[in-house]
């Protein structure tokens, strides 16, 4: 049964910065594509980052383009989202999904069959 487990949420002023992991289990993972996504109070979920979890390829939603990096550690098993220069709309519920990876729909989160239970992000004016 996989499972993914999200933690280093917090609260932070703008401006600062947060690295968020998702430790992933039960399965191996080499075809998969490792995303995150967010979900502010009132908005649908939308997507942030991916990365292809064997080759190591990423992308991200243009929100947070030159903000944000995700990467993986495939010997653990986790990835990361490190989250700099956080704005005030950045605050949301942060989810770590994985599903198989598919070029043409990466950043929908239908392509997910896998998700964490999420961990807050509030960052504060």
């Known amino acids: 049964q996989v499972q993914l487990v999200e933690s280093g949420g917090g609260l932070v002023q703008a401006g600062g910065s947060l690295r968020l992991s998702c430790a992933a289990s039960g399965r191996t993972f080499g075809g998969y594509a490792m995303a995150w996504f967010r979900q502010a109070p009132g908005k649908e979920r939308e997507f942030v980052a991916v990365?292809?979890?064997?080759?190591?390829?990423?992308d991200y939603a243009d929100s947070v383009k030159g903000r944000f990096t995700i990467s993986r550690d495939n010997a653990k098993n986790t990835v990361y989202l490190q989250m700099d220069s956080l704005k005030p709309e950045d605050t949301a519920v942060y989810y770590c999904?994985?599903?198989?990876?598919?070029?043409?729909?990466?950043?929908?989160?239908?392509?997910?069959?896998?998700w964490g239970q999420g961990t807050q992000v509030t960052v504060s004016s």
């Open positions: 990365v292809r979890w064997n080759t190591g390829n990423t």
């Open positions: 999904a994985t599903g198989r990876w598919d070029s043409g729909s990466y950043n929908r989160k239908y392509s997910y069959e896998y």
